[in-house]
């Protein structure tokens, strides 16, 4: 198929269900950039990426039977996207304790400057300030994770995180304030274990 030409989905779909791998390789191809954006939006670790969407594009090849064509079918890879990372965070061992010595040079330094509200930091520091909400973020369990992810890094609407996740938008509310609370008490704690 040449690069300039638009995918016909519906032609892939039935290709793909006759077992055509190179209609299979498409829309694999096609379906790429959104699951890894996906995949890497979610995960605080890179090094398992490419296993993570490989693992979606099984689970989406061997659920193919069940899409009815009802949403696009990026809402549909999406959903299976997003569920697969939340699994694979579930699943990942958590440390039972996020403590100051966990934190590289530069991390430390920027939590401290946060902590003694010092406005002088510099701005290569913005790198370490991701790297620490990632550490924080963590430290959370998968949804709320998500849900922080989704609502505050992401800049998406309550309705955009129901249709990703299937939760209802008061769900998606509450999980989104009690998220904050953790976040808010972890940083609490390494604040405390600091001035100990």
């Given at each position: 198929?040449?690069?300039?030409?638009?995918?016909?989905?519906?032609?892939c779909?039935?290709?793909?269900?006759?077992?055509?791998?190179?209609?299979?390789?498409?829309?694999?191809?096609?379906l790429?950039?959104?699951?890894?954006r996906?995949?890497?939006?979610?995960?605080?670790r890179?090094?398992?990426?490419?296993?993570?969407?490989?693992?979606?594009?099984?689970?989406?090849?061997s659920?193919?039977?069940?899409?009815?064509?009802?949403?696009?079918?990026?809402?549909w890879?999406s959903?299976?996207?997003v569920?697969?990372?939340?699994?694979?965070?579930?699943?990942?061992?958590r440390r039972p304790?996020f403590?100051?010595?966990?934190?590289?040079?530069?991390?430390?330094d920027?939590?401290?400057?946060?902590i003694?509200?010092?406005?002088?930091?510099?701005?290569?520091d913005?790198?370490?300030?991701?790297?620490?909400?990632?550490k924080?973020?963590?430290?959370l369990k998968?949804?709320d994770r998500?849900?922080i992810?989704l609502?505050?890094?992401?800049?998406?609407?309550?309705?955009?995180?129901?249709?990703?996740?299937?939760?209802n938008?008061?769900l998606?509310?509450?999980r989104?304030f009690?998220?904050r609370?953790?976040?808010?008490?972890l940083?609490?704690e390494?604040?405390?274990?600091?001035?100990?």
């Amino acid at each position: 198929m040449p690069d300039d030409e638009p995918l016909d989905l519906a032609d892939c779909l039935d290709r793909v269900r006759r077992r055509d791998q190179a209609a299979a390789r498409e829309l694999v191809e096609h379906l790429y950039p959104l699951v890894i954006r996906i995949v890497r939006a979610r995960l605080p670790r890179r090094e398992a990426e490419e296993d993570l969407a490989q693992e979606i594009f099984l689970k989406m090849f061997s659920r193919l039977a069940q899409y009815q064509g009802n949403v696009p079918l990026s809402h549909w890879v999406s959903r299976i996207a997003v569920t697969t990372c939340i699994d694979h965070l579930r699943a990942q061992q958590r440390r039972p304790e996020f403590r100051w010595a966990d934190l590289s040079e530069n991390e430390a330094d920027l939590l401290d400057a946060v902590i003694t509200d010092a406005n002088d930091t510099a701005p290569d520091d913005a790198l370490a300030a991701s790297e620490l909400v990632h550490k924080l973020l963590g430290q959370l369990k998968a949804d709320d994770r998500l849900v922080i992810q989704l609502l505050d890094l992401e800049q998406k609407t309550i309705a955009e995180i129901s249709a990703l996740t299937g939760w209802n938008q008061s769900l998606v509310k509450v999980r989104a304030f009690r998220a904050r609370r953790k976040l808010q008490k972890l940083f609490k704690e390494l604040e405390r274990k600091e001035n100990a």
